[in-house]
């Protein structure tokens, strides 16, 4: 079974960059899509991004251009770089991996953005 840690959130001032990082453990995640979600506090989670096995990523409009995704195989890691950070970007970050049937989450990274 895949268990996922999230880590590297914290407390950033608006226009500076976190790099959060996605662990897993108990299989290789060479072979399955990923992806990052969001939830701010009295709102939806919401999906920031998703990384596939090759390596494709794609975005929601509200990060792109700001956030990039990528993946570290042999290190058993996924990464979102976060950039140019803006206040609304402040939520709780979760990674997760599609192992069909299920998928599979961590247990979350806080992120505040603020002055």
């Known amino acids: 079974q895949v268990q996922l840690v999230e880590s590297g959130g914290g407390l950033v001032q608006p226009g500076g960059s976190l790099r959060l990082s996605c662990a897993a453990s108990?299989?290789?995640?060479?072979?399955?899509?990923m992806g990052w979600y969001r939830q701010a506090p009295g709102k939806q989670r919401e999906l920031v991004g998703t990384?596939?096995?090759?390596?494709?990523?794609n975005y929601a409009d509200s990060v792109k251009g700001r956030f990039t995704i990528s993946r570290d195989n042999t290190k058993n890691t996924m990464y979102l770089q976060m950039n140019s950070l803006k206040p609304e970007d402040t939520a709780l970050y979760y990674c997760?991996?599609?192992?069909?049937?299920?998928?599979?989450w961590g247990q979350g990274t806080q992120v505040t953005v603020s002055s």
């Open positions: 997760n991996i599609g192992v069909a049937p299920v998928l599979i």
């Open positions: 108990g299989s290789s995640i060479r072979f399955y899509t």
């Open positions: 990384i596939y096995s090759a390596g494709r990523t």
